[in-house]
């Protein structure tokens, strides 16, 4: 009764300072039509298309049965955190102690506690676009400032070093890199992270989170390596980030880690014991074998995104107006759209951005991708290529005849 008369936001002014995941809105898009009973391919999606390996399922059936089922440490089982110690020391060569890895529901949630965890108000995070959707809007919700530092096509979408010096400020907290990337797929090369690692020796006050998710997805024999292995000084200043989402097909799951500073560290695990406590205990076991059991399944998947990949890229750089640049890993292309920006629909509706663009295409050609803008780079737009042969070739004939109608 009392309530009636008092005036109250029900939502907080902090919402107001971020938005839904754009690319979480274009799948419930598609499924939306899907549902209608439209035959959408939906090219949106951000998880690959193969199942879980069968050995890490057995594992989970197996801690349900040996009664895993209860509240584990908060930020992550023993059994998990010397796995997660294990594959850092096998596969980075970088050497962690229990206190300095974090285990959280997705690497999704790794990076958000670290932010909240380190990030005062007006505190600015360098964020090379095209950037991951969730960066952004996760520094603002943390009260601190984006920096986003663009990185063209034709330098590879990678953050160019004197590009880096230019953005370090007094109140620059975090550089933030994502190799390889989404939405590019650009992955760093040794010597690229090195110029970049020469600038952040200059900047001690920068603190480096690199996002590794899909470090194992690289193609035509690229090395993967990550800053704080290429560059030790950089160790104790980087947060390294991981997860068995991409890699083992994992999505679902829910298990990302990380290793770095031991009092962020419990800074984050600080967040999580009062947020979401810790993650699945069942999911735990599962990654306990994805880290620990056979790998081999790693090449297998490798081998056909590379394939994809290759079909992709040849049968949309044909399209008139498209143009693509490679991808030296994940499962996404960035082709630019620019070409068809400014031309007329069959409806007489001018083409006025990416997001026309990727509109036109849904509605059209019933194909979902994401626009550029979403990522912070307009005039491009985002295709995932997890699924398969036929679906692709399907999805780019589309792709040609709904670009091809443009005048
Ligand atoms: N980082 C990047 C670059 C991603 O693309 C994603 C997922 O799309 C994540 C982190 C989060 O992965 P998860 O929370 O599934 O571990």
């Given at each position: 009764?009392?309530?009636?008369n ?7 002014e ?13 799948n419930?898009?598609?499924t ?20 879980t ?31 997660i ?35 005062n ?22 009260e601190?400032?984006p ?8 330098k ?5 070093p ?15 890199l ?44 690229f ?20 997860g ?14 990380a ?15 009062q947020?979401?406590?810790n993650?699945?205990?069942?999911s735990?076991a ?5 880290l ?7 090449a ?5 995104f ?24 994940a ?14 629909t069959?409806?007489g ?20 991708a ?19 042969n ?11 005849k ?6």
């Amino acid at each position: 009764m009392i309530a009636k008369n008092i005036s109250f936001e029900l939502i907080a002014e902090r919402m107001g300072r971020i938005k839904p995941s754009p690319t979480l809105a274009v799948n419930s898009l598609a499924t939306r039509l899907k549902a209608e009973g439209h035959d959408v391919i939906d090219l949106g999606v951000g998880e690959p298309d193969f199942d879980t390996p069968e050995n890490i399922k057995q594992a989970a059936i197996q801690a349900i049965k040996q009664g895993k089922t209860k509240y584990t440490p908060v930020d992550g089982t023993i059994e998990l955190k010397k796995a997660i110690i294990g594959k850092f020391a096998r596969e980075n060569d970088l050497h962690y102690t229990p206190g300095q890895i974090t285990v959280s529901t997705g690497a999704k949630q790794v990076l958000f506690n670290a932010l909240l965890a380190s990030v005062n108000p007006g505190e600015e995070v360098i964020i090379p676009a095209p950037y991951w959707v969730s960066y952004p809007d996760m520094v603002a919700f943390a009260e601190g400032k984006p920096v986003i530092v663009s990185c063209p096509a034709d330098k590879g979408f990678k953050l160019q070093p004197e590009q880096l010096e230019k953005a370090i400020t007094a109140n620059t907290k975090w550089l933030i890199l994502n190799s390889p990337s989404n939405p590019t797929g650009a992955a760093y090369t040794e010597d690229e992270l090195q110029s970049l690692a020469q600038v952040l020796l200059r900047h001690p006050h920068v603190q480096i989170m690199s996002d590794d998710i899909y470090e194992h997805i690289v193609f035509d024999g690229f090395e993967f390596k990550t800053i704080a292995q290429v560059e030790p000084r950089l160790f104790s200043r980087t947060l390294t980030v991981n997860g068995v989402s991409k890699s083992y097909a994992m999505t679902g799951w829910r298990i990302g880690y990380a290793g770095g500073d031991e009092a962020l560290i419990k800074a984050m695990a600080k967040i999580q014991s009062q947020s979401t406590s810790n993650p699945c205990s069942i999911s735990q076991a599962a990654a306990v074998e994805a880290l620990n059991g056979t790998q081999e399944f790693l090449a297998i998947n490798r081998e056909t995104f590379e394939e994809r990949r290759n079909m992709v890229l040849d049968l949309l750089n044909k399209i008139p107006g498209i143009n693509c640049n490679s991808a030296e890993g994940a499962f996404y292309l960035f082709p630019s759209c620019e070409g068809l920006i400014g031309k007329r629909t069959p409806e007489g509706k001018i083409i006025n951005s990416c997001g026309d663009f990727a509109a036109y295409l849904l509605e059209k050609g019933l194909v979902a991708a994401v626009q550029g803008a979403a990522f912070g780079m307009p005039n491009f737009f985002r295709i995932s290529y997890a699924t398969s042969n036929e679906v692709l070739k399907e999805a780019c004939h589309r792709i040609a005849k709904v670009c091809a109608s443009l005048s």
